[in-house]
């Protein structure tokens, strides 16, 4: 029987597996495929060059902007811009959210104030921000909490607030303290909705940091874009958002791979 048992398992990892595979082939294939196309439309002028640019002048400008160096410092101030803004507008939330439900009645005080502060475009503050905070590094991060901070503070305060009543009438029974049935009940049910929004603030903190680069930067991927525009480099301002997508996708892949740890060490516990 565990013979048995363990050779069905061997097989669904097996297709596991390769479905994994053929999906990582289909992905390959459409993106050469994408990339294959756009520089043979570009080179036909079935699309217009100057603007639209071609895959082999991106890698070109990218090879050759690697090489001597002059687009590392650009990233390197963007990448700690967005992993700053990144970590406060998380811990931050998670914090906001946690004394919310510690506190019921200043959860039903500042509730309806949550709701409009989500609803207002976030990034329509900025000038205000530039102009209390002086431009630099310190304005472009408060810009990414503000699109960070209420988005992580919601969702993980509802999550809080839906956790199975169930299970906190159980640690009440046992005597649990308001610390132990937050730290021991109330937190661990939340933990997906973390992570989960771990994930979607990396996409907001790269959207805070580049629209705050926007606004003020003199260095950064943002300025780059906005450089490139002024000057109708469409080459640049490509390649830069080549680079946006590469890094970010890292940053992505990096909160995954935490997910996998954190999501282990929790079931260890």
């Given at each position: 029987?565990?013979?048995?048992?363990?050779?069905?398992?061997?097989?669904?990892?097996?297709?596991?597996?390769?479905?994994?595979?053929?999906?990582?082939?289909?992905?390959?294939?459409?993106?050469?495929?994408?990339?294959?196309?756009?520089?043979?439309?570009?080179?036909?002028?079935?699309?217009?060059?100057?603007?639209?640019?071609?895959?082999?002048?991106?890698?070109?400008?990218?090879?050759?902007?690697?090489?001597?160096?002059?687009?590392?410092?650009?990233?390197?101030?963007?990448?700690?811009?967005?992993?700053?803004?990144?970590?406060?507008?998380?811990?931050?939330g998670t914090l906001i959210a946690a004394l919310l439900w510690w506190f019921p009645f200043v959860a039903r005080v500042v509730d309806p104030f949550l709701v409009v502060l989500n609803s207002m475009p976030k990034v329509a503050l900025g000038p205000l921000l530039i102009v209390g905070l002086g431009?630099?590094?310190?304005?472009?991060?408060?810009?990414?909490?503000?699109?960070?901070?209420?988005?992580?503070?919601?969702?993980?305060?509802?999550?809080?607030?839906?956790?199975?009543?169930?299970?906190?009438?159980?640690?009440?029974?046992?005597?649990?303290?308001?610390?132990?049935?937050?730290?021991?009940?109330?937190?661990?049910?939340?933990?997906?909705?973390?992570?989960?929004?771990?994930?979607?603030?990396?996409?907001?903190?790269?959207?805070?940091?580049?629209?705050?680069?926007?606004?003020?930067?003199?260095?950064?991927?943002?300025?780059?874009?906005?450089?490139?525009?002024?000057?109708?480099?469409?080459?640049?301002?490509?390649?830069?958002?080549?680079?946006?997508?590469?890094?970010?996708?890292?940053?992505?892949?990096?909160?995954?791979?935490?997910?996998?740890?954190?999501?282990?060490?929790?079931?260890?516990?």
């Amino acid at each position: 029987m565990t013979a048995t048992i363990k050779a069905l398992h061997k097989q669904y990892l097996e297709r596991m597996r390769k479905k994994s595979m053929l999906v990582l082939l289909t992905q390959s294939i459409l993106l050469v495929g994408f990339i294959a196309l756009w520089e043979w439309s570009s080179r036909a002028r079935i699309v217009d060059p100057l603007i639209f640019s071609s895959p082999s002048k991106i890698a070109n400008h990218l090879y050759t902007s690697l090489l001597d160096g002059s687009i590392m410092p650009h990233i390197g101030i963007t990448v700690a811009e967005t992993i700053a803004g990144f970590l406060l507008g998380t811990l931050l939330g998670t914090l906001i959210a946690a004394l919310l439900w510690w506190f019921p009645f200043v959860a039903r005080v500042v509730d309806p104030f949550l709701v409009v502060l989500n609803s207002m475009p976030k990034v329509a503050l900025g000038p205000l921000l530039i102009v209390g905070l002086g431009p630099g590094f310190g304005s472009i991060v408060a810009i990414t909490l503000l699109v960070t901070v209420i988005i992580t503070t919601i969702n993980i305060y509802n999550r809080f607030r839906e956790t199975e009543e169930g299970l906190i009438k159980v640690a009440a029974l046992f005597g649990a303290s308001r610390f132990q049935l937050f730290y021991y009940v109330i937190l661990p049910a939340a933990f997906p909705v973390i992570i989960s929004t771990l994930k979607v603030n990396v996409g907001l903190a790269w959207i805070g940091v580049i629209v705050g680069e926007f606004l003020v930067a003199r260095v950064g991927l943002g300025y780059l874009i906005i450089y490139g525009f002024q000057v109708f480099n469409f080459t640049l301002v490509l390649s830069t958002l080549v680079v946006i997508a590469v890094v970010a996708t890292g940053m992505y892949q990096g909160v995954s791979l935490l997910e996998r740890k954190v999501t282990s060490g929790w079931k260890d516990r």
